[in-house]
């Protein structure tokens, strides 16, 4: 009896191998709903994030009878840029600006100076109850700033600082927590063989925190200076409190000019305070590379 087998074709005893393509497809489809989601949610924040600034630059663009036009005006026509010249001449905005330029150096200068120095102190030196401290200093972050506002006051009036820029000044000399913290942090990172080769040789600490530490902490140096600078700018809160004298007002203050018992001018407020936020924007963007910048700093000693 003869067996007839049938001439199979090349591959066909291979089984099939299921690639899973829908599968595929469905994966790409689903990554591409959750981007495009993703997407369309960071466009509403970053929508809601800039319609103040927006609709503080319609405003201050504005003649003064569309301000208080309804429905809003957005696009304002004509376009009035004259207002940031008139507002700007309507005040001695110019001695504020000086003043206030004057107030956010000292302020910036102290506060590097000193919680660069504790912080040093913190790091680097071993002393007895150094940790109490330490905690002690950072407990006083969680006692709020208004808490203290009438004991300072007090205080700065019996020794006669009141209507002078001291009660705003001289505490920034003396090591607030936060950047206390914050630097101690960086300092902490940087090897102990620097600091102690120099000792080898005979430095002091001074000269270690001044020709070793703060070289080697330009970023976090820089990013006090400029979180500092922006605080002192924008300060309201102090200078209302304790500058009584107008030829003293800083630009925060100068700007209630134009709040009046009967009326506000939004279009010059909105063009004052937009001249204002320049100067903060401008060093923002020209030093945000030490915002992003990743630091670190590895050391090898030889033996």
Partial sequence: MTVQQTPSTPGSSLPRVDVGR??????????????????????????????????????????????????PIWIPNPLRFENFTEAWSLAPFTRYFFNT????????????????????????????????????????????????????????????????????????????????????????????????????????????????????????LATVAIFTFEGAWDSYVGPLLYLNDERLYTLQVGLQFFRTASAVQWQYLMAAALLVMLPVIIIFFTFQKYFVEGSSIQGGVKG
């Fill in 22 to 71: 829908p599968r595929f497809d469905r994966n790409v489809r689903t990554n591409l709903f959750w981007k495009f989601v993703a997407f369309a949610l960071l466009c509403a924040i970053g929508a809601a994030v800039l319609f103040p600034a927006l609709w503080m630059l319609s405003t201050a663009l504005k003649p003064d009878t569309q301000v208080y036009a309804n429905p």
């Fill in 101 to 220: 330029a004057l107030y956010a150096v000292a302020v910036v200068f102290g506060t590097v100076v000193s919680c660069s120095l504790a912080a040093y102190g913190f790091a680097k030196l071993r002393f007895p109850g150094r940790d109490l401290l330490f905690t002690i200093l950072l407990s006083t972050m969680m006692i709020p700033g208004m808490v203290t506002l009438i004991p300072q006051y007090i205080l700065f009036s019996k020794l006669h600082w009141v209507g002078t820029y001291l009660p705003l000044v001289v505490p920034s000399y003396f090591a607030g927590a936060f950047f206390t913290f914050l630097l101690r942090q960086f300092f902490m990172g940087i090897p102990n063989e620097y600091s102690e080769a120099a000792r080898v040789d005979g430095a002091s600490d001074f000269w270690i925190w001044s020709r070793i530490i703060v070289p080697l902490s330009k970023p976090a």
